[in-house]
């Protein structure tokens, strides 16, 4: 099984910035595609960013396109979602997940693995 652990979340001003990681156990990490999830209180987990197990593609939500970026190292076993330009709206619990699919995924479920998600908080 494919365990994940999140870290990086905190509180942050508007305008400012956090980066979250995702630790993953090494078994067949690497032809993983990864995603970043997140949800809000009394709503439903939403797509963030996904990118491919090579690292050549990925995909994002309109609402985090040209602020967060997605990236992966595989010698690391770690996936990455840096995040710029923070808004009120991106407070949320957010999941990294893994999916057996070579390409991005984007659909909810085909991702065969979860973390247990870490709080990130944007204040005005």
């Known amino acids: 099984q494919v365990q994940l652990v999140e870290s990086g979340g905190g509180l942050v001003q508007a305008g400012g910035s956090l980066r979250l990681s995702c630790a993953a156990s090494r078994r067949t990490f690497s032809n993983y595609a990864m995603g970043w999830f997140r949800q809000a209180p009394g709503k439903e987990r939403e797509f963030v960013a996904t990118?491919?197990?090579?690292?050549?593609?990925?995909y994002y939500a309109d609402s985090v396109k040209g602020r967060f970026t997605i990236s992966r190292d595989n010698a690391k076993n770690t996936v990455y979602l840096q995040m710029n330009s923070l808004k009120p709206e991106d407070t949320a619990v957010y999941y990294c997940?893994?999916?057996?699919?070579?390409?991005?995924?984007?659909?909810?479920?085909?991702?065969?693995?979860w973390g247990q998600g870490t709080q990130v908080t944007v204040s005005s």
């Open positions: 997940a893994a999916s057996v699919s070579s390409d991005y995924v984007t659909h909810i479920g085909l991702y065969d693995y």
């Open positions: 990118i491919s197990w090579s690292g050549d593609n990925t």
